[in-house]
């Protein structure tokens, strides 16, 4: 192990242990790398294929039922936002002018067979006024496809084990 002197800027010494060619060293005082092993590129991440190819996932067929046609989908847990439980296609594009989603799900109460209400929190504005629920949605609520996803039939890409 060799000691260098190092001068900071404040004009001080510090003393900076440095090895020689870095951790590893034989009896001769000449460092020799660690052997490499080759790890096959599919042993990496996720996807169990080459890193050089070009896969093409399965097409996914999105839901077309109707709005009310289905019943409303489980959470994975209490605070999770509900999955949409019928096919969106016609309701997007969600624009600063229109959301299709308020046409139905603008009501204060929920009553069976009728579309689930929006709750309190969508219209609260949580940055300005917290304490305050005001009578349209918020802007960082507006675009309700943020956060609630629509069903669709393709697989689980990852296991997923999360217990709330």
Not at 12 to 34: D, I, R
Request: proline fraction near 15%; charged fraction near 20%.
């Amino acid at each position: 192990m060799r000691v260098r002197r190092v001068v900071t800027t404040a004009g001080s010494v510090v003393l900076a242990a440095a090895l020689a060619g870095g951790c590893a060293s034989t009896s001769s005082g000449v460092a020799t790398p660690a052997p490499a092993s080759a790890i096959p590129d599919t042993s990496l991440g996720l996807v169990k294929a080459s890193v050089f190819d070009t896969p093409t996932p399965p097409p996914v067929k999105p839901d077309e039922s109707a709005p009310g046609e289905r019943p409303a989908l489980p959470r994975p847990y209490t605070t999770a936002p509900p999955g949409i439980p019928h096919a969106t296609a016609d309701f997007l594009p969600i624009t600063r002018q229109q959301n299709m989603c308020l046409d139905c799900h603008a009501v204060k109460e929920r009553k069976p067979g009728e579309p689930t209400p929006i709750p309190p929190s969508h219209y609260t504005d949580y940055r300005a006024a917290p304490e305050r629920v005001g009578s349209e949605v918020v802007g960082t609520r507006y675009v309700c496809v943020s956060c609630h996803v629509g069903r669709t039939d393709a697989p689980e890409l990852v296991g997923n084990t999360f217990r709330p």
